[in-house]
């Protein structure tokens, strides 16, 4: 059975990728010709027409967005490259400079201390970091946003905590939310191409680590996340860990054993 879903997921990610590859070149005229049509006929027809330009446009738009991310999804776990010891403090500073305009705008407040090596790729554990952020943003419910990234040992892992003060999940969705293409609000409430956490999920656990969200936190929404950790790491003393990287064992539950 396990081998069958190995040989699915593998003939399902060769499907994206060639998919979103065969369908870049028509979506681009598609979206060039429509872009064409509101730049020189804009107002020259009347609104209805102008209406139908715009929502061709928009499809078009996202569209492009969706074969994107999912090609970015199909790419995760396909490079030969061995994972090596990452800076967690360095891909989650890309993120933030990544998400600074969205970050100001919003007003958006990032609470953490220094964080840890792990064994990852930069670009990828980045793209975690930045979809969490987004997440949290989008999510907000019209308040500034207030997130709070923290790390414990785990041995043989890290454990992330990354919080926000936004709308909340709802328990039954703890597993939806990772799929693929699942979506909880409408797009037009709240854009995006439901890809995000599928992928986030795909990036940890090609790095050997698991994600889930903490249904017990109902200040907004607790995402926890293990990463492995060094070998050098495990054999350092727990009195060398600095004060930013302990949390009490309280404050951030365990996942429970299937």
Not at 23 to 31: D, M, N
Not at 96 to 124: K, Q, S
Not at 205 to 224: H, N, P, Q, V
């Amino acid at each position: 059975m396990a081998k069958e879903l190995a040989t699915s997921n593998s003939e399902l990610e060769q499907f994206a990728y060639v998919a979103s590859h065969d369908l870049q070149e028509p979506l681009r005229k598609v979206a060039s010709f429509t872009q064409l049509l509101q730049r020189r006929y804009g107002g020259q027809l009347d609104a209805r027409a102008d209406q139908y330009i715009e929502f061709a446009a928009d499809g078009a738009r996202r569209m492009q967005a969706l074969i994107n991310d999912l090609l970015q999804y199909s790419r995760v776990g396909r490079s030969a490259r061995e994972p090596s010891l990452v800076s967690s403090d360095a891909a989650l500073a890309q993120a933030r400079n990544n998400l600074a305009a969205a970050m100001e705008e919003t007003g958006a407040t990032v609470e953490t201390g220094h964080l840890p090596l792990v064994l990852a790729e930069l670009p990828l554990l980045t793209a975690v970091f930045q979809n969490l952020l987004s997440n949290s943003l989008k999510f907000s419910g019209g308040k500034p946003p207030r997130i709070v990234i923290t790390c414990t040992r785990d041995e043989p892992f890290w454990l992330f905590s990354f919080s926000d003060n936004g709308i909340g999940i709802e328990p039954e969705y703890a597993e939806r939310i990772f799929v693929i293409f699942q979506r909880l609000h409408e797009r037009t409430a709240y854009p995006g191409t439901g890809i995000g956490l599928a992928m986030t999920r795909k990036i940890i656990e090609y790095f050997g680590g698991r994600i889930w969200l903490d249904t017990s936190y109902t200040e907004g929404s607790r995402f926890l996340f293990t990463l492995p950790m060094p070998d050098e790491t495990m054999n350092e003393s727990r009195e060398d860990e600095t004060p930013d990287q302990q949390t009490p064992d309280d404050e951030i539950p365990k996942e429970a054993d299937d």
